[in-house]
């Protein structure tokens, strides 16, 4: 695996992988690579040619007062990561390569609207269109690929597909499965800063949205039933704080009144300084 950190550099290997007649897979990431990336990376070498990920933490989708300087980093250990996977280039670009001037200094930003007003969005209004500024400005760097992304994130997975599909980018974009830890939790680089008592309650977060799902799998069409369960269960750890845990339309991520039909039950839950993300589809009959 080789490691490139400029536009150009990134261009020339491409440009030379495409020329020999292969295909790119592309992985976006903001480093701190753990079992859920390398899934993902894995993937893509499985079903194309040649594997590029991109390491890098983009200012852009970090508000004033987020986690951004001190979000975890090693990207010693992410090309380790990455080469046992089976990746073949890491795109390690420095903020000025990204954004020469500084961040304030770009103009363009890529919004979707709608899909990225609720949940997320509403809790970090700016995020989104950083994340499709930013992976915009990657998709064009790198050009025609698949792009893996990881349905941890499955508002960002839908709203980045629709920009995709919106500006016709040559890009099939590829959902992964959520990877979790033994115990369920969804894997996250900011799992790090759980102290050792809310990791060990972190875990509740599944367990609800796996109770919300066994009841649609079991019938329930209430919609209202079962956001109740699922915060019931949460309930049971007085630590965490529930922002969001919602049965929603799977692609519009509007929220539904009934579950007689394949929903995502999507959940943002604060445990100390760590905002849990996670989401699991539910089915009657339980074939989501
Ligand atoms: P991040 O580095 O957190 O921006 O994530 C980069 C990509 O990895 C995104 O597409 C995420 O959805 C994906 N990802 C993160 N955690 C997981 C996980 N536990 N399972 C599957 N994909 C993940």
């Known amino acids: 695996m080789i490691t490139v950190t400029t536009a150009s550099e990134l261009r020339d290997v491409l440009t030379a992988e495409r020329r020999a007649g292969g295909t790119v897979g592309f992985v976006p990431t903001m480093g701190y690579l753990h079992p859920g990336h390398a899934s993902l990376v894995a993937r893509a070498a499985a079903e194309c040619d040649s594997v590029v990920a991109s390491v890098f933490v983009n200012p852009l ?61 509403a809790a970090r209004p700016e995020h989104f269109a950083g994340v499709c500024t930013v992976v915009a400005k990657l998709f064009h760097l790198v050009g025609e690929c698949r792009a893996y992304f990881g349905e941890k994130d499955w508002q960002q997975l839908a709203v980045v597909a629709r920009m995709v599909e919106d500006l016709s980018f040559p890009v099939d974009v590829v959902g992964c499965p959520v ?8 894997m996250s680089s900011r799992n790090v800063r759980l102290a050792p008592a809310e990791r060990a309650a972190a875990p509740v977060v599944h367990r609800a949205l796996r109770a919300g799902a066994d009841l649609v799998a079991d ?32 692609r519009t991520l509007e929220p539904v009144d009934r579950t007689d039909r394949p929903v995502r039950l999507i959940a943002a839950v604060q445990l100390g300084s760590v905002r849990l993300l996670d989401n699991v589809g539910a089915a009657p009959g339980g074939t989501a």
């Open 61 to 121: 989708q970090f508000a004033a007062g987020e986690d951004l300087d001190t979000y975890p980093r090693d990207p010693e250990g992410d090309a380790r990561t990455l080469e046992a996977a089976g990746g073949d280039v890491m795109f390690l670009p420095h903020e000025d390569e990204m954004y020469p001037g500084g961040r304030s200094a770009m103009l363009t930003s890529v919004a979707v609207s709608g899909l990225s007003a609720r949940w997320e969005g």
């Open 219 to 250: 019938g329930e069409a209430d919609a209202g039933a079962v956001r109740r369960a699922m915060a019931a269960v949460v309930a049971e750890v007085p630590a965490a704080t529930v922002d969001y845990l919602e049965p929603v339309d799977p």
């Open 179 to 186: 990877v979790r830890e033994p115990d369920g939790l969804a």
